[in-house]
């Protein structure tokens, strides 16, 4: 990828959000000392600093800077010297703690299955909470009584076909049938397009097609339905893109 | 919020090239220097991303062992340290989040983007009051979802999937609204930030 691709991907790199391809481009140009990609990393580091410096105050405990300068003199216990007493004291000390280092290893061994039930219980529950967010945002569109709809892909038997919902307060409704799942490494990403001439076709968020080839995407917020000529969706890498990748899957001209 | 311990910090930044030489000679009250220079504002960042004062004592300690041990790979010339010890109290912070919650995906990431010689030739200004006024403002012009994105990403360490999750919204929407909070942020900051 070239540096003027990778532009904006310098911050989330930054960040630590990157995802492939970006973040292995990006180390790539990093590692070669890229005049364009060093200098620009360094510019976003230099606005992480300044975010994790707008921290609120905070003051240590005093024993911290105690700690602190204990840190140089790490390692010098090998120096004491260890009378015959304070050994048998300590191998006892030893025994006691292999002992109940064991107990405890059991009882976290079964605290920590029982927390991966609890994560995967709460993961369950929020991916239906979001889906059910979801289904009530469609229907909040399709009840708008202004819903522009679009029907595409209708007048052929090959795949995809559906429709688009469009309303200008809520957002747009992408639902489509014989849409096959996109291939490993690859997502849907759907595109509003504007009619004023020389405008950029603007990303509406990524999507893949269920198992049984239909899928449902939402845009959620403000469309302007006035001034859109067509929705469209491309086949993109797995982390989207900001310019489509023609040709499209399928567009609907409004 | 940091004021009084960055103006601290900025007082004393002009000596910051011979506090690194000194650490390099392993002088121990190179280390009580250090601490009294950015103690504060590493552990205000630690707090920040922890909410523990206890496990922020844990963290702030180990990042200025992890400093302490890896200060050789330090450019003394080139500046930067204060830069590279938020970040490495940063990735300290994350990572512990990380490991509570049983989320290990990226750690390796982090942990290859402190070094020390990435935050080389950051200017002394960087965190001057002025820019620091400036990052605030711009931050709290940021719409809410814009502004929660950015320091779930930052102060929390969440990926743009995992964000979504949190949210509730779909992953697009957030990677949507990341770039734009980012490009929101450079817009502001104008100069200041250069990427």
Redesign the interface.
């Given at each position: 990828m070239s540096c003027e691709e990778l532009r904006d991907s310098y911050a989330l790199y930054a960040l630590g959000i990157v995802e492939d391809p970006e973040a292995s481009e990006i180390r790539e140009h990093l590692d070669r000392n890229c005049p364009v990609c060093v200098p620009g990393v360094r510019g976003a580091r230099e606005l992480m600093t300044q975010i994790g410096a707008t921290a609120p105050a905070a003051e240590p405990p005093a024993r911290l800077r105690r700690r602190v300068l204990a840190i140089p003199g790490g390692g010098r216990a090998a120096r004491w010297n260890w009378s015959p007493v304070w050994a048998a004291i300590a191998a006892g000390a030893l025994l006691a703690a292999f002992f109940f280092n064991a107990r405890a290893h059991r009882a976290a061994a079964q605290l920590g299955r029982a927390e991966a039930s609890l994560r995967r219980l709460q993961s369950e529950s929020a991916a239906r909470n979001r889906e059910l967010a979801r289904l009530n945002a469609a229907l909040a569109i399709l009840n708008q009584p202004g819903v522009k709809q679009v029907v595409f892909g209708g007048a052929t038997p090959q795949p995809p076909r559906g429709r688009v919902f469009l309303d200008p307060a809520h957002g747009v409704l992408l639902l489509a049938s014989n849409l096959p799942p996109a291939p490993p490494g690859k997502i849907y990403e759907m595109w509003v397009i504007p009619k004023a001439k020389g405008s950029r076709p603007l990303p509406a968020g990524l999507f893949q097609a269920a198992g049984d080839w239909t899928a449902l995407h939402l845009l959620q917020g403000p469309v302007d339905v006035a001034g859109t000529a067509a929705v469209a969706v491309t086949l993109e890498p797995a982390a989207g893109a900001q310019t489509p990748h023609l040709p499209p899957v399928f567009a609907a001209p409004l | 919020?940091?004021?009084?311990?960055?103006l601290l910090a900025l007082e004393f930044g002009e000596g910051d090239a011979d506090l690194v030489r000194r650490l390099q000679r392993?002088d121990?009250r190179a280390?009580?220097e250090l601490?009294?220079r950015y103690?504060?504002?590493v552990?205000?960042?630690i707090?920040?991303v922890v909410r523990d004062?206890g496990v922020?004592?844990d963290l702030?300690?180990e990042t200025?062992?992890r400093v302490?041990n890896r200060v050789q790979a330090f450019d003394a010339a080139r500046g930067g340290l204060?830069?590279w010890m938020?970040?490495v109290?940063?990735h300290r912070a994350?990572d512990y989040l990380r490991s509570a919650a049983?989320r290990m995906r990226?750690a390796v990431?982090?942990t290859a983007?402190d070094h020390p010689a990435?935050?080389a030739?950051?200017?002394r200004t960087?965190?001057d009051s002025d820019?620091?006024r400036r990052?605030?403002t711009a931050?709290e012009k940021l719409s809410e979802n814009h502004r929660t994105v950015?320091e779930l990403?930052?102060?929390e360490?969440?990926?743009?999937t995992e964000m979504a999750?949190r949210m509730?919204?779909?992953?697009?929407?957030v990677?949507?609204w990341?770039?734009a909070a980012?490009?929101n942020?450079?817009d502001d900051?104008g100069t200041a930030?250069?990427?």
């Amino acid at each position: 990828m070239s540096c003027e691709e990778l532009r904006d991907s310098y911050a989330l790199y930054a960040l630590g959000i990157v995802e492939d391809p970006e973040a292995s481009e990006i180390r790539e140009h990093l590692d070669r000392n890229c005049p364009v990609c060093v200098p620009g990393v360094r510019g976003a580091r230099e606005l992480m600093t300044q975010i994790g410096a707008t921290a609120p105050a905070a003051e240590p405990p005093a024993r911290l800077r105690r700690r602190v300068l204990a840190i140089p003199g790490g390692g010098r216990a090998a120096r004491w010297n260890w009378s015959p007493v304070w050994a048998a004291i300590a191998a006892g000390a030893l025994l006691a703690a292999f002992f109940f280092n064991a107990r405890a290893h059991r009882a976290a061994a079964q605290l920590g299955r029982a927390e991966a039930s609890l994560r995967r219980l709460q993961s369950e529950s929020a991916a239906r909470n979001r889906e059910l967010a979801r289904l009530n945002a469609a229907l909040a569109i399709l009840n708008q009584p202004g819903v522009k709809q679009v029907v595409f892909g209708g007048a052929t038997p090959q795949p995809p076909r559906g429709r688009v919902f469009l309303d200008p307060a809520h957002g747009v409704l992408l639902l489509a049938s014989n849409l096959p799942p996109a291939p490993p490494g690859k997502i849907y990403e759907m595109w509003v397009i504007p009619k004023a001439k020389g405008s950029r076709p603007l990303p509406a968020g990524l999507f893949q097609a269920a198992g049984d080839w239909t899928a449902l995407h939402l845009l959620q917020g403000p469309v302007d339905v006035a001034g859109t000529a067509a929705v469209a969706v491309t086949l993109e890498p797995a982390a989207g893109a900001q310019t489509p990748h023609l040709p499209p899957v399928f567009a609907a001209p409004l | 919020m940091l004021l009084l311990p960055l103006l601290l910090a900025l007082e004393f930044g002009e000596g910051d090239a011979d506090l690194v030489r000194r650490l390099q000679r392993r002088d121990p009250r190179a280390m009580a220097e250090l601490y009294d220079r950015y103690g504060r504002m590493v552990y205000a960042l630690i707090v920040r991303v922890v909410r523990d004062g206890g496990v922020a004592e844990d963290l702030a300690q180990e990042t200025f062992m992890r400093v302490w041990n890896r200060v050789q790979a330090f450019d003394a010339a080139r500046g930067g340290l204060l830069p590279w010890m938020l970040a490495v109290a940063r990735h300290r912070a994350i990572d512990y989040l990380r490991s509570a919650a049983g989320r290990m995906r990226n750690a390796v990431e982090l942990t290859a983007t402190d070094h020390p010689a990435l935050f080389a030739d950051m200017e002394r200004t960087l965190l001057d009051s002025d820019r620091l006024r400036r990052v605030r403002t711009a931050l709290e012009k940021l719409s809410e979802n814009h502004r929660t994105v950015i320091e779930l990403a930052y102060f929390e360490g969440l990926s743009q999937t995992e964000m979504a999750e949190r949210m509730g919204q779909p992953l697009g929407t957030v990677k949507t609204w990341v770039r734009a909070a980012l490009k929101n942020l450079r817009d502001d900051l104008g100069t200041a930030v250069t990427a």
